[in-house]
């Protein structure tokens, strides 16, 4: 059995005079360890998706299993990394990275120790006792990404974590995320609008299209991209063959809606 699977999930939202659905039948797995991104035209779902396979929201009909089990937001170790970085402006670097811990209980000196060596390995030393507002934007992703690899989470979901940075910052940190992910083996899923950082990052591309959400194409990235650093995979001719492959097919979608 995979990692995590998505089976028959459809999902309406229901408002007083109106039902939008925002997925429809939609099944797919994931593997321990892969990189999946999703893609599509705005309003596809793809936010939908995420929070249902975080468990902030139950689908209305079908299911996801992450590990055999309901993902459930209060107790399946989720991490996540979103457009905002959600800093507490009022606790140092240090209290922020370690919140997470201390909420579960679970604040040890030896995971203490080890969150911040991972600030320390993500160049951020020297800043543990600083204020978010003193750090860049940036380097206030960085933190985030410490925060969230504190608890350990068995799966990450990243919400255009990008998406705020100016590029040059954007493509270091993809680089460095990437690295990051990789060398803790961790399983994640990125809502994205850039194809390029979809294909740069990850190990297959999930299309959408809407009205209502559906899968509706799934792209495999070459094996060749897939160990090389993102920033990297961007000269390659393959990336380019791929970009324009999933161009095309976002504007069939575009053009058909
Ligand atoms: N809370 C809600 N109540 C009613 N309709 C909603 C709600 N959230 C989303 N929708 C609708 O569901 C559909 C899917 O929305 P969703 O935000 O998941 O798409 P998306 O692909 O993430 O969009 P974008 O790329 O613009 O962020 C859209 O038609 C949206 O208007």
Redesign the pocket.
């Known amino acids: 059995m995979s990692f995590l699977t998505v089976q028959n999930v459809h999902h309406s939202?229901f408002?007083p005079k109106s039902v939008?659905n925002?997925l429809q039948n939609i099944s797919f797995d994931i593997e321990e360890g892969e990189f999946i991104s999703l893609v599509?035209p705005?309003?596809?779902?793809?936010?939908?998706m995420l929070s249902i396979l975080s468990g902030l929201i139950s689908p209305t009909e079908g299911k996801v299993l992450i590990d055999g089990r309901l993902p459930n937001s209060q107790t399946t170790s989720i991490g996540y990394m979103l457009q905002q970085d959600y800093l507490f402006p009022w606790k140092t670097i240090e209290e922020n990275i370690l919140l997470g811990l201390k909420l579960q209980n679970q604040l040890t000196a030896e995971k203490k120790e080890k969150t911040l060596g991972l600030l320390k390995e993500i160049g951020l030393s020297g800043i543990e006792m600083q204020y978010p507002k003193q750090l860049s934007g940036g380097m206030r992703q960085r933190v985030a990404l410490v925060r969230t690899l504190a608890i350990n989470p068995k799966i990450l979901f990243l919400d255009e974590p990008f998406s705020a940075l100016d590029y040059q910052t954007k493509l270091k940190l993809e680089d460095l995320v990437f690295d990051t992910l990789k060398a803790y083996r961790k399983t994640a899923v990125l809502v994205t609008?850039d194809i390029g950082e979809a294909i740069s990052m990850s190990d297959r591309i999930l299309l959408f299209n809407a009205k209502p959400?559906r899968l509706h194409k799934v792209f495999s990235v070459p094996e060749e991209l897939r160990n090389l650093r993102p920033f990297d995979v961007r000269s390659k001719e393959a990336y380019s063959i791929l970009f324009q492959e999933i161009w095309k097919e976002l504007e069939s979608l575009e053009n058909d809606g």
């Open positions: 939202y408002t939008t925002a599509g705005s309003g596809c779902g793809k936010t939908t609008h959400g």
